[in-house]
C-alpha cells in the first residue's frame, strides 16, 4: 500500500458542496489530489451565459483554498452519445429513464475514470453519498450511512473495474455535517444550493426542455375500459402512478396514470390512488450489473429499491440468461416503472441494479405499463 | 521534480535587476507626474528618461511613445484611434491576429466598418501579395501582427509596409511577440503603429506602449487628464515605466546572444524528441527563435496539457480549453482548414530567460515520457 502522499486521486469536482468537501477531506489525509471539473453539457443561453463556466469558477476558487491543481475536461460528445440518446430513445419508448444511472456507468465511472487513470491517478474520487469496503479480496459498495442521501441506487452500475479504483469521502459523513464542514473551513462552495434534478436540464421546465428535442403527440386520454377522458399532451410527458397535470375534474377520487399504449399513442388513466392497475408482483430487468463481478446461479432472497429514496422491499431475485433477472416482490408493489432502475441490496451491501423492462402481475406481463 | 517553464510567450519571469531599478521609485518617487512641485517633478523625470531609452531603442522619438496599460490596450488605442473620426471605411486584417487585434476590428465591423480577413498559408504566415490584393481605395487600416503568437511564423511587415508606401490606409502591427527576440527599428520599417508590451521581456506587468508615428492622428480612447500628450489620460504607471525601461535596456544588451541561445533550446527540445521517438510535427515555418509549436500525432490537447503540468512542465495551447470547454485555436484553424486534429494536438512551447540547455532537455524527456504513456 502506497504512502497517501504518493497517492494520486483524481475527484471529480462539480462546483459543489459535497465535491469541494471530498477533496477537502482527501488533501487533509496527505493525498496528492488533483482537483477536475468534467464539463458533460453546453446551455450556453443567447447572452453567452453557461452554468458550466460558473461552477468552474467554483471549482478554481475551492482548489485555491485547498491548493490543489485544478483542470476541466470535456465529455459533451459521450454524454450526448452515450447518455443523452439513451435517455431520448426511452422515452420515445414510453418509458421513464434514468439517466443519472447511466451517467455514472458511462461517463464518470468510465470515461472520466480512463481519464483520471491516465493522469496516473492511483484513484478517483467523486462526492457520492456510498462507501466501499474490501472483503476478501473484492471491493463491496455500502450505502452511505446518511440513509437519506444515500446515492447507491445512481451507482448501480459500478462493477470491480470501477469499484477497485474509487473513494467516496462523503460516506460515512451525514449530509448536514458535511455543510458544517464546508462552512468549518471557510469554503467558497459552503452555502451554495445543492444542485436538483436532471443536470443537463438544471431548474427548467421538464416538459419544455423534453418538447425541445421530441415532437409531442398529442392523443386520448382512457381508462383501461375505454372510456375517453380527455387529451393527453404527449405520452413522454407522464409517469406511471402521476397526479398532477391530468385535468380530469369531477366526482370521486382523483385520477391517476396507470398506464400507456405506445403504439396508439394512449394514456391510460384510473381513479384512485390504489387503483388495482397500478399494482404488480413481479418485474423482469435487464442490463444487471452485478457490483462483485460474479453472477449467482441460484435465486436468493434479499431487498430491493425500485425508485430512489424508496424503502427497500423484500424481493426473491432470479438471475435469468442475458444479464436479466426477475424480482418477485414478496408484497406487491405500485407503480413499478419501466425503464427505472431496480437495485439490490444484502443490507448494507449494494448487490448491483438492472433496468426494469417488463412488470408483471400472477406471472403475466401488464401489458399497460408499456 | 523541478518545475520548468516554457511559456514564455505567455508571460516572463521579472529580471531581478528590473525589480531593484522599480523599488527606488516605488519607495522615493510617489510624486504625481503632472505636479507643478518637486515631487511631481522627479516623477516627471523619471518618465522622461524612460521615454528617451524606450524611443531609441526602437529608432523612434520621443513624441511617438505613448504608454498604455500593455499590448492589448496598445493594440485598442491604435485600431480604435485612427478609425474613430472617419467611422466607416475598410480594414484589412489577418485571420490570425491576437484576440486583442480580432475582437477590435470585430468591434470596428459592427460600428460599420468593412473587414477582410486575410487567411494564412500552411506555413503560418500571410503573404504580402494577398495583403496587397485585399486593399481598396477606401482601405483606412492595415493591421498584421509581426510575429504570431501562437506558432511564432514571421509575418512578411517590411514587404507589406513597402507596398502600402503609396496607399493611404494607416499600418498597425502588433509587435508583442516580436520584441526581445526580433531586430524592430522603425526607421527601416514602413509602419504607422506599434504595439508592445512590457511583461513579454521580462517587465512587469501592467505596462506597454504604442509607437504611433508622428503625424497620425489618434482619438483617445480614455478621457480625463492630459497625459500622454492627450491621447492616453491617467495618471501614468511611473514604477511599471522604470521598470519597463530596465528591461528594454537589458533586452537590448542580450537580445542577439538571447536569440542564439534560444534557437539552441528549440534544436535541442525538437531533437530529444525525435531521439525518443516521439511523433510530432513543427506547425509553421519561418519561426521566431523563442515559440515552437509542436502537433503530437494521436494526442489530444487537454489531456496532455494536463499531464504536463502534472509533471512540471508549463506549457500552453493557443486553443481555449475553459470550463472544460474546447475552443480550438483560430489560428491553427486558420493554417490547417481540413485537419481538425491538429487542432486538437497542437502545444506551443516557448523559451525564455527561465530556461537553460539542462531543464530543456529534461522538459523534452518529460514529454517524450507521458507521449509513450498516453499513445498506448
Keep these: ?370 | 521534480m523541478e518545475a520548468i517553464y516554457l511559456d514564455h510567450a505567455a508571460t516572463t519571469p521579472v529580471h531581478d535587476e528590473v525589480i531593484e531599478a522599480m523599488v527606488p521609485v516605488y519607495r522615493e518617487v510617489y510624486g504625481n507626474p503632472s505636479s507643478i512641485h518637486q515631487y511631481g517633478r522627479k516623477a516627471r523625470q523619471v518618465l522622461d528618461e524612460a521615454r528617451r531609452k524606450v524611443a531609441a531603442s526602437i529608432g523612434a522619438g520621443e513624441k511617438e511613445i505613448i504608454f498604455t496599460s500593455g499590448g492589448t490596450e496598445a493594440d485598442n488605442l491604435a485600431i480604435f484611434g485612427v478609425t474613430e473620426e472617419l467611422g466607416e471605411g475598410h480594414v484589412v486584417t489577418t485571420s490570425i491576429e491576437h484576440h486583442a487585434v480580432l475582437h477590435a476590428v470585430a468591434a470596428l465591423e459592427k460600428q460599420g466598418f468593412d473587414v477582410t480577413y486575410v487567411a494564412p498559408e500552411p506555413d503560418g504566415a500571410v503573404t504580402a501579395e494577398a495583403v496587397k490584393e485585399a486593399l481598396r481605395e477606401d482601405t483606412v487600416l492595415v493591421s498584421v501582427m509581426m510575429v504570431n503568437n501562437e506558432t511564432g511564423v514571421r509575418q512578411p511587415v517590411e514587404e507589406i509596409g513597402e507596398a502600402l508606401k503609396n496607399h493611404p490606409a494607416y499600418f498597425h502591427s502588433d509587435a508583442v511577440q516580436a520584441l526581445g527576440i526580433e531586430n524592430i527599428d522603425v526607421r527601416e520599417t514602413a509602419v504607422d503603429l506599434l504595439a508592445f508590451s512590457g511583461h513579454k521581456i521580462n517587465g512587469p506587468k501592467g505596462i506597454g506602449f504604442l509607437f504611433a508615428r508622428e503625424g497620425v492622428p489618434l482619438t483617445p480612447m480614455t478621457y480625463g487628464g492630459e497625459q500622454e500628450r492627450k491621447r492616453r489620460a491617467g495618471t501614468e504607471n511611473v514604477q511599471a515605466v522604470k521598470g519597463l525601461e530596465k528591461a528594454m535596456e537589458m533586452m537590448e544588451e542580450n537580445r542577439e546572444e538571447h536569440v542564439a541561445q534560444y534557437e539552441n533550446y528549440k534544436k535541442s527540445f525538437l531533437s530529444v524528441l525525435e531521439e525518443e521517438e516521439v511523433s510530432f510535427e513543427v506547425n509553421g515555418q519561418n519561426t521566431t527563435a523563442a515559440i515552437v509549436n509542436i502537433s503530437f500525432h494521436n494526442m489530444d490537447v487537454e489531456t496532455m496539457l494536463t499531464n504536463f503540468d502534472l509533471e512540471k512542465v508549463a506549457a500552453s495551447s493557443g486553443s481555449a480549453c475553459t470550463a472544460g470547454s474546447f475552443e480550438p485555436s483560430h489560428v491553427l484553424s486558420a493554417m490547417f482548414p481540413d485537419d481538425p486534429e491538429r487542432m486538437r494536438n497542437s502545444i506551443r512551447f516557448s523559451f525564455g530567460a527561465a530556461n537553460n540547455e539542462t531543464n530543456v532537455k529534461e522538459a523534452a524527456r518529460r514529454v517524450a515520457s507521458i507521449y509513450r504513456r498516453l499513445n498506448k
Design chain 1, 1 to 370: 500500500m502506497k504512502e497517501p502522499k504518493d497517492t494520486r486521486v483524481v475527484v471529480g469536482m462539480s462546483g459543489g458542496v459535497d465535491s469541494s468537501v471530498a477533496a477537502l477531506l482527501l488533501k487533509e489525509q496527505g493525498y496528492d489530489v488533483v482537483g477536475i471539473f468534467m464539463k458533460n453539457w453546453d446551455d450556453t443561453d443567447e447572452n453567452g451565459v453557461c452554468t458550466a463556466t460558473e461552477d468552474y469558477e467554483d471549482v478554481i476558487r475551492v482548489c485555491n483554498q485547498l491548493d490543489i491543481p485544478y483542470y476541466a475536461v470535456n465529455f459533451e460528445k459521450q454524454y450526448w452519445d452515450k447518455v443523452f440518446t439513451y435517455f431520448l430513445d426511452e422515452y420515445k419508448a414510453g418509458r421513464t429513464p434514468n439517466p443519472d444511472v447511466m451517467c455514472n456507468k458511462e461517463i464518470k465511472f468510465k470515461a472520466f475514470l480512463d481519464h483520471a487513470l491516465s493522469l496516473g491517478a492511483d484513484y478517483l474520487a467523486t462526492g457520492h453519498y456510498a462507501r466501499v469496503r474490501e472483503r476478501d479480496g473484492r471491493v463491496e459498495m455500502l450505502r452511505g450511512v446518511d440513509e437519506n442521501k444515500d446515492q447507491t441506487y445512481f451507482l448501480n452500475q459500478l462493477d470491480q473495474e470501477a469499484l477497485t479504483k474509487v473513494m467516496f469521502p462523503l460516506g460515512d459523513i451525514p449530509k448536514p455535517e458535511v455543510r458544517e464542514i464546508a462552512l468549518e473551513n471557510g469554503l467558497a462552495t459552503a452555502k451554495k444550493k445543492d444542485s436538483t434534478g436532471i443536470c443537463f436540464i438544471g431548474e427548467r421546465n421538464f416538459k419544455e426542455f423534453l418538447s425541445e428535442y421530441l415532437p409531442a403527440q398529442p392523443g386520448k386520454m382512457e381508462t383501461l375500459e375505454g372510456e375517453t377522458k380527455g387529451e393527453h399532451d404527449g405520452l413522454m410527458y407522464y409517469t406511471l402512478g402521476q397526479r398532477q397535470g391530468l385535468g380530469i375534474g369531477g366526482a370521486g377520487d382523483p385520477w391517476f396514470v396507470v398506464g400507456k399504449n405506445v403504439s396508439e399513442n394512449i394514456l391510460y388513466v384510473g381513479q384512485g390512488f390504489d387503483h388495482e392497475a397500478l399494482y404488480s408482483d413481479s418485474l423482469i430487468a435487464v442490463d444487471m450489473n452485478w457490483t462483485d463481478n460474479r453472477v449467482p446461479e441460484d435465486s436468493f432472497e434479499c431487498t430491493a429499491k425500485f425508485r430512489y429514496r424508496q424503502k427497500d422491499s423484500k424481493v426473491t431475485v432470479h438471475p435469468l440468461t442475458d444479464n436479466r433477472i426477475k424480482v418477485v416482490f414478496h408484497e406487491r408493489e405500485r407503480a413499478i416503472t419501466p425503464g427505472q432502475a431496480v437495485v439490490l441490496y444484502d443490507n448494507e451491501v449494494c448487490l448491483g441494479g438492472a433496468t426494469i423492462d417488463e412488470v408483471e402481475k400472477n406471472e403475466e406481463p401488464m401489458q399497460h405499463v408499456g
